[in-house]
Every structure is written in C-alpha cells, then in structure tokens.
C-alpha cells in the first residue's frame, strides 16, 4: 500500500484543503477545503491533484456562474446550506453537522446545479428552503421553498399542540382555534411546569415534538 499523501494547507486553484473527510464509496479520499470566495466544498483527490476541480462552483471563466455574486440572495443560500452542514463553529451546528446532515453531491460542489433548482421550484426572495423530512438531507426531492412561519412549524423542536379530539401545529393555531391565549394553551398542556403530556383543566391536552417524544 503506497504512503498515504497528505494535501492539507495544499491550494489547488481558487482552493485551500483544510481537512481529510471521510473517503468516497469507491474508496477515493475526500477533502474539505475553502475557497477564495468564502465557501467550502467538499472534494476528491485525485479532482483536485488533477485540476478539474479549481473551486467550490463559484468559478467559471470569465467570472461567476449565472452572473451570481457573492451577495446574491440564491448564492447566499447556497452558502449557507453548506455553513450548516460543513462548519464546525456554525451556531446551531449540532443541528445539522451534528445528526449528519449534509448536502448532496450535485448541489455541494456547483452552484450552477443548486440555482437551477431554485428557479424551477418556486424560489423567491424572502421564501426559505425547507426539509420536508427534518431529519433527512438537502436533496432535491427532500426541498421546497416556504414562507419563514412554515419553515419554523417543521423546525426539529416544533411541538403538535393536542387539545380534546383537534391536533394543531403551533401553540398560536391552538390558541386562536380553541378561542383562548398561548398562556391557556400551555397551561392545559403542563407545558410550562412538566413535560410528561400530563391532561390539564379536565381535558386530554398535551403537547409532542414532531420529530420525537418530549
């Protein structure tokens, strides 16, 4: 078995290794590099030694795919889909980077692939991107774009509020359906004392994680 070669601190183009990551199926080393631009890709070795790989898919001749700038609010997402998965330091990392979340091949490492889904899928600014399953990756059939309030009831900490036989999908929508406040709504459900599902008020209320038991 050759000696195993090490490409960290290594630039390839507009690229940086930081990292090995764990091999390809085929068995190719992977590594983690930044790039000039800012973002991060994930790429095999013998794509860089070779140089067909020369950024993270910011890069095009003649400047950036699509005319997309740093800036842009698609370029921006892209970015960020990847901060999440990819970046250790990131603020909600074990989220993401910390389930295994990741991002797919395609959309990883160009840019070009990731906007050409958004523009055929509804994308608009002020929409965000959404995991239909919260616990599954960032794929194509796994994403659509939705309106930040809906994006925040498929969040992995959303709660279904269960009042008598009615099931809601936030504590708002409880309230507003059984004509109370929050307040109430969380008082039948022993919310803010216990978080056993416990009935209150003589009514089987009680309150569950989407994605799991409280």
């Known amino acids: 078995m050759g ?5 960290t ?7 940086v290794v930081v990292s090995r990551e764990r091999n390809a ?20 070795g013998s794509s860089l030694r070779a140089g067909s ?5 910011c890069l095009e001749t003649g400047g950036y795919k699509h005319g997309m700038t740093y800036g842009s609010p ?10 999440r998965c ?5 603020k909600q990392a074990k989220d993401y980077s910390g389930r295994g979340i990741t991002v797919c091949a395609e959309w990883l490492n160009d840019f070009a692939i990731f906007h050409k889904f958004c523009m055929e899928n509804g994308w608009k600014k002020g929409l965000e991107i959404d995991r239909k399953d919260n616990n599954g990756n960032y794929t194509p059939d796994n994403c659509r ?3 930040q309030s809906e994006n925040k009831r498929n969040a992995r900490h959303t709660k279904y509020w269960v009042i008598g036989d009615r099931k ?10 059984e004509g109370v406040s929050r307040g109430t709504i969380y008082s039948w459900c022993g919310v803010s004392k216990r978080k056993n599902g416990e009935y209150r008020s003589n009514k089987e209320c009680y309150a569950f994680l989407k994605y799991g038991e409280i």
């Open 3 to 7: 000696k195993r070669i090490d490409l």
């Open 9 to 15: 601190g290594q630039r390839f183009g507009r690229l």
């Open 25 to 44: 199926q085929c068995g190719n080393s992977r590594w983690l590099c930044d790039c000039d631009c800012g973002g991060k890709t994930i790429v095999q």
């Open 53 to 57: 790989t020369k950024s993270c898919g």
């Open 74 to 83: 698609v370029y921006s997402l892209w970015m960020d889909i990847k901060k």
């Open 86 to 90: 990819y970046n250790k330091n990131y």
């Open 145 to 147: 774009f939705v309106e």
């Open 168 to 177: 809601y999908r936030s504590s708002s929508l409880a309230a507003e359906g």
